[in-house]
């Protein structure tokens, strides 16, 4: 009998009532919807909408009513991409540098990285197309060139849920193809990719899963049905 080869595939997630307040102010309410395991999600909205917010709900860096399960299939591995990085321009720090800071827990960054991890590092790099540029000051890189750079740490190890914030800011065309390519290959790999976009024309067309958010959920599905030009207008056109 031929045996089958079963994939490992990340994390199903699934949002239960999700609500958030600070200062007051109503950020999120009754949010609910499923990420499928081994899919591309994407979240869309308008600006001020509660996006960004729900991811930090998700990661465990704000307090929320309701319920967040992540229901593991295996070896939970989480790589997170931010909008932006909040980062001083003037610190003497290499791209090498920033990735040996932010990629190990247990050898201080002074000391620099074991042969492996400094393979990894440039395989990273390469990956996203910095390789040329590790020895670089990351205080002079360009915004699309600092995403690239948070994309690659955000890549070691192979993350099983990989969550990304908007990553595409900043991005030219080839850096936006590059991290498109990447996420496609993740998830035809079994990770499940949870991102937030605003380019719609590239969810259609990469994403298994859309939900709306704006404060609540708009609407959830399949991008191929749920995009409508009459419901994208709707939603977008008086933000």
């Known amino acids: 009998m031929q045996s089958e080869i079963t994939l490992e595939k990340g994390p199903s997630i699934n949002f239960e009532n999700v609500g958030l307040r600070l200062g007051g102010n109503l950020i999120l309410d009754k949010v609910a919807f499923t990420v499928q395991s081994g899919s591309i999600h994407c979240i869309i909205g308008p600006n001020g909408g509660g996006k960004t917010s729900l991811l930090r709900c998700l990661l465990g860096q704000m307090p929320h009513s309701g319920e967040i399960t992540v229901c593991w299939n295996g070896k939970a591995v989480v790589g997170y991409v931010p909008q932006s990085l909040d980062f001083d321009d003037t610190l003497p720090m290499t791209v090498v540098d920033f990735m040996t800071m932010v990629g190990q827990k247990t050898r201080p960054a002074f000391l620099g990285m074991k042969k492996d991890r ?116 709707t939603v977008f056109s008086s933000n």
């Not at 890549?155 to 390519?181: N, Q, R, V």
């Not at 380019?199 to 991008?223: E, K, Q, W, Y």
């Open 118 to 233: 400094s393979r990894e590092v440039r395989l990273a790099l390469k990956r996203v197309g910095m390789e040329a540029k590790m020895e670089r000051p990351f205080g002079s890189l360009s915004g699309g060139e600092r995403q690239r750079v948070l994309l690659a740490q955000s890549l070691m190890p192979d993350p099983k849920l990989l969550i990304l914030d908007e990553p595409a800011t900043g991005l030219d065309k080839s850096g936006a193809a590059i991290m498109h390519g990447i996420i496609e290959d993740l998830a035809a790999a079994g990770t499940t990719v949870l991102i937030i976009h605003h380019d719609l024309a590239v969810v259609r067309d990469m994403a298994h899963g859309v939900t709306c958010i704006n404060r609540n959920v708009l609407f959830s599905g399949d991008p191929q049905q749920e995009l409508t030009a009459e419901r994208i207008f």
